[in-house]
């Protein structure tokens, strides 16, 4: 099976940058998705196809893809990004999800 | 805007058949692509399977063999049967739409812009 694996936590202050990677064999081939998921609600597309914001998504989300590790970062991280963000490729015709990062705002 | 929304039984017994139907709106089940995921609770997004405006349909390898989807474009929904459920099949179950990814004039499904809110299953006797 294709696994994909991100950090369990990260810690960032408020008005800092937060990165989260996300690796996998081959990931740089591949697109990568991004999806923020708060308490009790459902995910939410923050980036397609590696560093694509759908419309309504603060600038200070990006991507990027680099060889095997995909990063999400948020410039200036405000409390409200507090969640849980999990990565999302194609492979071999199956989706397949990150393990998921829970990012805190101290 | 496309709505999404989840319905079904929410207590379902060990070894009984899950069936989840997901109802569009605002939007055609004929255009394209539809998945279901699930998330068990305190646990991470796991794909189960999706399918085409045409009926193509893809599973993950680990619930295939236990995993139908369905389209019913007259009622304009498409639909999850999961078999032989057991305890650990208890989990928030999504319904959600894919973007479409065209790449050398050939479309597949991108990454998923609309949710439904979820559903929660139970398995219980």
């Known amino acids: 099976s294709y696994d994909l694996t991100q950090p369990p936590s990260v810690s960032v202050s408020p008005g800092q940058t937060a990165t989260i990677t996300c690796s996998g064999d081959?990931?740089?081939?591949?697109?990568a998705y991004w999806y923020q998921q708060k308490s009790n609600q459902s995910p939410l597309l923050i980036i397609y196809?590696?560093?694509k914001r759908p419309s309504g998504i603060p600038e200070r989300f990006s991507g990027s893809n680099s060889a095997n590790i995909v990063t999400l970062t948020i410039t200036g991280t405000q409390a409200m990004d507090e969640a849980d963000y999990y990565c999302?490729?194609?492979?071999?015709?199956?989706?397949?999800f990150g393990g998921g990062t829970k990012l805190t705002v101290l | 805007q496309v709505q999404l929304e989840e319905s079904g039984p929410g207590l379902v017994k060990p070894s009984e058949t899950l069936s989840l139907t997901c109802s569009v709106s605002s939007g055609s089940i004929t255009s394209d692509y539809w998945s279901w995921i699930r998330q068990p609770p305190g646990k991470g997004l796991e794909w189960i399977g999706y399918?085409?405006?045409?009926?193509?349909?893809d599973y993950n390898p680990s619930l295939k063999s236990r995993s139908t989807i369905s389209l019913d474009t007259s009622k304009n929904q498409f639909s999850l049967r999961l078999s032989s459920v057991t305890a650990g099949d208890t989990a928030v179950y999504f319904c959600?739409?894919?973007?479409?990814?065209?790449?050398?004039?050939?479309?597949?499904?991108?990454?998923?812009?609309?949710w439904g809110q979820g559903t929660t299953v139970t398995v219980s006797s």
């Open positions: 081959e990931l740089g081939a591949k697109f």
């Open positions: 999302q490729a194609w492979h071999n015709n199956a989706l397949v």
């Open positions: 399918i085409s405006y045409s009926g193509t349909t």
């Open positions: 196809e590696d560093n």
């Open positions: 959600a739409r894919h973007t479409t990814l065209t790449l050398f004039g050939v479309a597949s499904a991108g990454g998923m812009d609309v």
